[in-house]
């Protein structure tokens, strides 16, 4: 039954008139209305929860008249009018859709119904007032205006029932529906009666007996000794007891968890009590949500006074009343500086919305939280960023109550994201950089490679004079020689961003160094219309320790700029100097190259050093170049633990300064056993002859190199792959052996390993086009005791030759005789620096040891730099590679324990090349 049915019957049981006797004023109305309306059927029906009850009826069959009720189904006239609350008028029934399959109707033959609503004073529509007729009446709205006016008779005589009934159907609905237990009770306290919720309550049947029932039955022994010794007294003295205890359930024992209202009954007008009444109200769920709700705000303040991030709690108007511990270590204030202050008395927001604005819409329900990231700074001044989010509580009928405030901390967060921002932003400038150096790149390479195979087609022609023949040569010479330093630089950087970059430190005079590359670029300063002029300063040491091939590079790049941008009829000066350190076997090589160019702007300085990077990036620039030659020297530079620094004006000139610590050696070097210059080299090796197997299986190549051989004076043959190469050198005797490591049937490697095993004992010479450390390295693991890198010039092959051929002639004068070398057989100045060297360790472990104990790993690095690559030099390959490792284990911030691990083996290996070389 829902709420309208239930309000509907509990005022008509108000009424008094269900199952009440016939009165002959319903029975006069009834009479009346069938009269007027000339039907045979009349009746006044009051509807209830199972039935029609008939207050008065006219012309049912006797059954029905005696029962006094019609079943209460769906095809129920009355009830439909009483649901609906509105006259029904149906002129034939067995023709309307809702009535016309009702069995009931029509075995009663009613065929025309007009009925109306019943109501009480209140308006609620109790029932229906009706007449019925057995043939198909038309209703007119006279005959429902009519029944309308007798209606009103029906409702006056229902409006005219006793109060008293009333108030009695009121009391006894309101015990009978109530939800608490509500028991009564004489004197005595034996139980006199318990409504039907309290029976249910403690599982007593509706029906069960409750004569011999106390009180004191119903409650658990506990409650009887506590709450009934107090109940009784303060009940008769005061009239009303409140307390908790709990009622025993009859069917299972457990206990019920009641509030308990004691109050005594008195008649009206007596002094003497009648009895007891109790009303008890089940509160177990709201003692166990009470509970739940305490475990609740436990959980609470456990979770929100240890919570990772800071919290607070603040008022509507944004006070904080409550902080976490970690919101006073983020703010680095006590609890109590904070309470009653604002978020915004500590944190800074962009948000462009106040902090009243954001709460307003919040408490006005237009949005439930909000958030912001704010910042604020430390007691050390360090800013500290964090992520607010605030939100509003409300209680269980939705009024606002308190703001909950967190702060993540995203500082970290924050900058990591930025760094990512700047290495997106660098990725792309470099991705943009290296585009331009393809464009860049792809105009220098065409632009020789045109050149050269113009010149070609120009040297085809027969015709061509003498003298432009030549300067066609020379041309392809030049742009061939220019194509191969752009390929060198591409190489060169590509092991510098592999990290594969290696340096061979050697004895070298300095000056000499200054002196080959000036050389080298006579001609272009020449050509240019400039003056390329040196300039020594002060007296420079004979020899220092340093990687000459590199070292050259270096002066060869910034001279080579200098030259390219300085106009006609000016000059460009190379100076260099030194500066002692306090030990005197220590030294800082000071290289200044100064132009009288067109100089450089401030803004262009800064990324000027940076790959694939130029002065002037445009497609239409005056001067050509690929942006890699600065950024090249610059990591030289940084490998020799060195640096380089720039001074420009615009319009004025440019000097490039490059500091490189060095080791002095004393003494001097003549150039014996060293590779001075050019001239040096091509003499010692012209001075060689022997027999010499080409394995090359490019025509062009083999050519070229034959030439190059029989020019110097070699005996040659020449084979087109490595499997002729081995089948060639079983049937004549050859003093060294070139092989291409790439050529079909068996490569140069596979060349090399079978040698080898078949017991050739010469030097065999790798040429290959790869130029990576790590080729090298593999040539070497095949056989091959040297290597050469393609392409290779006179020079290089007849000096490369020339050395292996007396090394091996060395090898065998040493072993023919009682292994010892005699002292003629080694360079002089040679064995010089070596001894110095080996006298120096016992002073570099002691400084190894105390830069060690001190950390001063800045010392620890300056030491393996400087002596990793002299000591292969000297033949302590093993003491250089562990220095290599040194080096990078420091330059890499590699933990102390493993820096000191490899430094104690450094110093292990020294210890026994002293003794070695001691004894």
Same mark, same amino acid.
């Given at each position: 039954?829902?709420?309208?049915?239930?309000?509907?019957?509990?005022?008509?049981?108000?009424?008094?008139?269900?199952?009440?006797?016939?009165?002959?004023?319903?029975?006069?109305?009834?009479?009346?209305?069938?009269?007027?309306?000339?039907?045979?059927?009349?009746?006044?029906?009051?509807?209830?929860?199972?039935?029609?009850?008939?207050?008065?009826?006219?012309?049912?069959?006797?059954?029905?008249?005696?029962?006094?009720?019609?079943?209460?189904?769906?095809?129920?006239?009355?009830?439909?009018?009483?649901?609906?609350?509105?006259?029904?008028?149906?002129?034939?029934?067995?023709?309307?859709?809702?009535?016309?399959?009702?069995?009931?109707?029509q075995?009663?033959?009613?065929?025309?119904?007009l009925?109306?609503?019943?109501?009480?004073?209140?308006?609620?529509?109790?029932?229906?007032?009706?007449?019925?007729?057995?043939?198909?009446?038309?209703?007119?709205?006279?005959d429902?205006?009519?029944?309308?006016?007798?209606?009103?008779?029906?409702?006056?005589?229902?409006?005219?029932?006793?109060?008293?009934?009333?108030?009695?159907?009121?009391?006894?609905?309101?015990?009978?529906?109530s939800?608490?237990?509500?028991?009564?009770?004489?004197?005595?306290?034996?139980?006199?009666?318990?409504?039907?919720?309290?029976?249910?309550?403690?599982?007593?049947?509706?029906?069960?007996?409750?004569?011999?029932?106390?009180?004191?039955?119903?409650?658990?022994?506990?409650?009887?000794?506590?709450?009934?010794?107090?109940?009784?007294?303060?009940?008769?003295?005061?009239?009303?007891?409140?307390?908790?205890?709990?009622?025993?359930?009859?069917?299972?024992?457990?206990?019920?968890?009641?509030?308990?209202?004691?109050?005594?009954?008195r008649?009206?007008?007596a002094?003497?009590?009648?009895?007891?009444?109790?009303?008890?109200r089940?509160?177990?769920?709201?003692?166990?949500?009470?509970?739940?709700?305490?475990?609740?705000?436990?959980?609470?303040?456990?979770?929100?006074?240890?919570?990772?991030?800071g919290?607070?709690?603040?008022?509507?108007?944004?006070?904080?009343?409550?902080?976490?511990?970690?919101?006073?270590?983020?703010?680095?204030?006590?609890?109590?500086e904070?309470?009653?202050?604002?978020?915004?008395?500590?944190?800074?927001?962009?948000?462009?919305?106040?902090?009243?604005?954001?709460?307003?819409?919040?408490?006005? =329900?237009q949005?439930?939280?909000?958030?912001?990231?704010?910042?604020?700074?430390?007691?050390?001044?360090?800013?500290?960023?964090a992520?607010?989010?605030?939100?509003?509580?409300?209680?269980?009928?939705?009024?606002?109550?308190?703001?909950?405030?967190?702060?993540?901390?995203?500082?970290?967060?924050?900058?990591?994201?930025?760094?990512?921002?700047?290495?997106?932003?660098?990725?792309?400038?470099?991705?943009?950089?290296?585009?331009?150096?393809?464009?860049?790149?792809?105009?220098?390479?065409?632009?020789?490679?045109?050149?050269?195979?113009?010149?070609?087609?120009?040297?085809?022609?027969?015709?061509?004079?003498?003298?432009?023949?030549?300067?066609?040569?020379?041309?392809?010479?030049?742009?061939?020689?220019?194509?191969?330093?752009?390929?060198?630089?591409?190489?060169?950087?590509?092991?510098?961003?592999?990290?594969k970059?290696?340096?061979?430190?050697?004895?070298?005079?300095?000056?000499?160094?200054?002196l080959?590359?000036?050389?080298?670029?006579?001609?272009?300063?020449?050509?240019?219309?400039?003056?390329?002029?040196?300039?020594?300063?002060?007296?420079?040491?004979?020899?220092?320790?340093v990687?000459?091939?590199?070292?050259?590079?270096?002066?060869?790049?910034?001279?080579?700029?200098?030259?390219?941008?300085?106009?006609?009829?000016?000059?460009?000066?190379?100076?260099?100097?030194?500066?002692?350190?306090?030990?005197?076997?220590?030294?800082?090589?000071?290289?200044d190259?100064?132009?009288?160019?067109?100089?450089?702007?401030?803004?262009?300085?800064?990324?000027?050093?940076?790959?694939?990077?130029q002065?002037?990036?445009?497609?239409?620039?005056?001067?050509?170049?690929?942006?890699?030659?600065?950024?090249?020297?610059?990591?030289?530079?940084?490998?020799?633990?060195?640096?380089?620094?720039?001074?420009?004006?615009?319009?004025?000139?440019?000097?490039?300064?490059?500091?490189?610590?060095?080791?002095?050696?004393?003494?001097?070097?003549?150039?014996?056993?060293?590779?001075?210059?050019?001239?040096?080299?091509?003499?010692?090796? =012209?001075?060689?002859?022997?027999?010499?197997?080409?394995?090359?299986?490019?025509?062009?190549?083999?050519?070229?190199?034959?030439?190059?051989?029989n020019?110097?004076?070699?005996?040659?043959?020449?084979?087109?792959?490595?499997?002729?190469?081995?089948?060639?050198?079983?049937?004549?005797?050859?003093?060294?052996?070139?092989?291409?490591?790439?050529?079909?049937?068996?490569?140069?490697?596979?060349?090399?390993?079978?040698?080898?095993?078949? =017991?050739?004992?010469?030097?065999?010479?790798?040429?290959?086009?790869?130029?990576?450390?790590?080729?090298?390295?593999?040539?070497?693991?095949?056989?091959?005791?040297?290597?050469?890198?393609?392409?290779?010039?006179?020079?290089?092959?007849?000096?490369?030759?020339?050395?292996?051929?007396?090394?091996?002639k060395?090898?065998?004068?040493?072993?023919?005789?009682?292994?010892?070398?005699?002292?003629?057989?080694?360079?002089?100045?040679?064995?010089?620096?070596?001894q110095?060297?080996?006298?120096?360790?016992?002073?570099?472990?002691?400084?190894?040891?105390?830069?060690?104990?001190?950390?001063?790993?800045?010392?620890?690095?300056?030491?393996?730099?400087?002596?990793? =690559?002299?000591?292969?030099?000297?033949?302590?390959?093993?003491?250089?590679?562990?220095?290599?490792?040194?080096?990078?284990?420091?330059?890499?911030?590699?933990?102390?324990?493993?820096?000191?691990?490899?430094?104690?083996?450094?110093?292990?290996?020294?210890?026994?090349?002293?003794?070695?070389?001691?004894?």
């Amino acid at each position: 039954m829902d709420h309208h049915s239930s309000t509907r019957l509990q005022a008509l049981l108000a009424t008094g008139l269900l199952d009440s006797p016939a009165d002959p004023s319903f029975d006069r109305i009834v009479r009346l209305a069938a009269k007027l309306l000339k039907t045979p059927v009349a009746l006044v029906s009051l509807l209830d929860e199972r039935r029609l009850f008939l207050k008065s009826s006219l012309g049912l069959p006797r059954e029905l008249e005696l029962a006094r009720e019609l079943p209460l189904t769906e095809d129920a006239l009355c009830k439909h009018v009483v649901v609906e609350e509105q006259p029904l008028a149906i002129p034939d029934t067995r023709l309307h859709p809702r009535f016309s399959t009702s069995g009931f109707l029509q075995e009663l033959q009613w065929i025309a119904y007009l009925g109306v609503p019943l109501r009480d004073p209140a308006g609620v529509v109790l029932g229906a007032f009706c007449v019925i007729d057995h043939d198909v009446r038309n209703w007119t709205d006279d005959d429902v205006q009519l029944m309308l006016e007798l209606a009103g008779f029906v409702n006056s005589l229902i409006a005219e029932q006793s109060p008293l009934a009333k108030a009695l159907w009121r009391f006894r609905s309101l015990v009978d529906h109530s939800g608490d237990f509500i028991a009564l009770a004489d004197l005595n306290t034996q139980v006199t009666f318990v409504n039907p919720a309290g029976r249910r309550l403690v599982g007593l049947g509706l029906d069960a007996e409750l004569s011999g029932k106390s009180i004191a039955d119903f409650l658990t022994a506990e409650t009887v000794q506590i709450a009934m010794k107090e109940s009784i007294p303060a009940a008769l003295s005061q009239g009303q007891w409140r307390g908790e205890g709990r009622l025993r359930h009859f069917g299972d024992g457990h206990a019920i968890e009641t509030e308990i209202n004691f109050f005594v009954l008195r008649e009206a007008g007596a002094t003497v009590p009648a009895g007891f009444a109790t009303i008890l109200r089940d509160i177990t769920k709201r003692n166990e949500f009470r509970r739940q709700l305490t475990e609740s705000e436990a959980r609470f303040r456990n979770s929100f006074e240890n919570a990772p991030i800071g919290m607070a709690l603040a008022s509507l108007s944004g006070q904080w009343t409550r902080v976490n511990l970690a919101l006073t270590e983020m703010l680095q204030r006590p609890s109590y500086e904070l309470i009653g202050k604002a978020a915004v008395d500590f944190w800074q927001s962009d948000d462009i919305v106040s902090d009243s604005e954001h709460r307003a819409r919040c408490i006005s =329900g237009q949005c439930p939280r909000f958030e912001n990231e704010c910042v604020t700074q430390r007691n050390n001044d360090a800013e500290l960023r964090a992520l607010r989010v605030v939100s509003l509580v409300r209680d269980s009928h939705g009024r606002p109550q308190y703001f909950i405030e967190q702060f993540q901390d995203v500082t970290q967060q924050r900058r990591f994201e930025e760094s990512l921002r700047i290495a997106k932003e660098s990725a792309e400038a470099a991705s943009q950089a290296k585009s331009g150096f393809l464009a860049n790149i792809s105009h220098e390479l065409r632009t020789p490679l045109a050149a050269i195979l113009g010149n070609a087609d120009m040297l085809l022609d027969p015709r061509l004079p003498g003298t432009d023949r030549d300067t066609s040569l020379q041309s392809i010479r030049r742009n061939a020689s220019h194509l191969l330093q752009l390929i060198n630089d591409v190489l060169d950087l590509s092991k510098i961003e592999a990290g594969k970059l290696e340096l061979e430190c050697l004895p070298y005079p300095p000056w000499t160094i200054i002196l080959e590359a000036v050389s080298a670029l006579g001609v272009r300063a020449t050509e240019a219309g400039l003056t390329l002029r040196t300039e020594p300063i002060g007296h420079l040491p004979d020899s220092v320790v340093v990687d000459p091939t590199r070292y050259r590079q270096i002066v060869l790049n910034l001279v080579g700029n200098a030259i390219k941008f300085t106009p006609r009829g000016k000059s460009v000066c190379v100076r260099m100097s030194w500066q002692p350190s306090v030990e005197k076997s220590l030294a800082e090589l000071i290289l200044d190259v100064v132009d009288e160019g067109i100089g450089i702007a401030p803004e262009v300085c800064a990324r000027l050093f940076q790959p694939f990077e130029q002065g002037d990036s445009s497609t239409t620039r005056e001067y050509g170049g690929t942006g890699l030659g600065l950024s090249i020297t610059q990591h030289l530079i940084r490998a020799m633990n060195g640096s380089i620094s720039l001074h420009s004006e615009v319009g004025c000139g440019s000097t490039f300064t490059v500091r490189i610590p060095v080791e002095i050696v004393t003494g001097g070097v003549d150039g014996a056993g060293w590779p001075l210059r050019e001239s040096r080299r091509q003499s010692s090796a =012209g001075q060689a002859r022997g027999r010499i197997l080409l394995a090359e299986d490019s025509p062009d190549n083999r050519r070229v190199l034959l030439y190059y051989l029989n020019r110097a004076g070699f005996q040659t043959d020449a084979v087109e792959n490595g499997r002729l190469a081995v089948e060639q050198a079983h049937r004549a005797r050859y003093d060294a052996i070139l092989l291409d490591m790439q050529m079909p049937e068996l490569d140069g490697y596979g060349a090399a390993s079978a040698l080898r095993r078949e =017991g050739y004992p010469g030097p065999i010479i790798a040429l290959t086009a790869n130029a990576m450390q790590s080729d090298r390295e593999k040539c070497l693991r095949a056989g091959c005791t040297d290597y050469l890198s393609k392409p290779v010039t006179a020079d290089d092959l007849t000096g490369c030759i020339g050395r292996n051929l007396h090394s091996a002639k060395s090898s065998s004068a040493v072993s023919a005789t009682d292994g010892a070398p005699h002292a003629s057989d080694v360079d002089e100045a040679f064995e010089k620096l070596k001894q110095r060297y080996i006298a120096h360790l016992a002073q570099r472990i002691e400084e190894a040891q105390l830069s060690l104990a001190s950390a001063d790993f800045a010392r620890l690095r300056t030491l393996a730099h400087q002596t990793r =690559g002299v000591a292969a030099t000297y033949g302590f390959s093993e003491l250089g590679d562990v220095a290599t490792a040194l080096e990078s284990a420091i330059i890499a911030e590699q933990p102390v324990p493993d820096i000191a691990r490899i430094t104690e083996q450094w110093i292990d290996l020294a210890r026994t090349v002293l003794a070695t070389t001691s004894s």
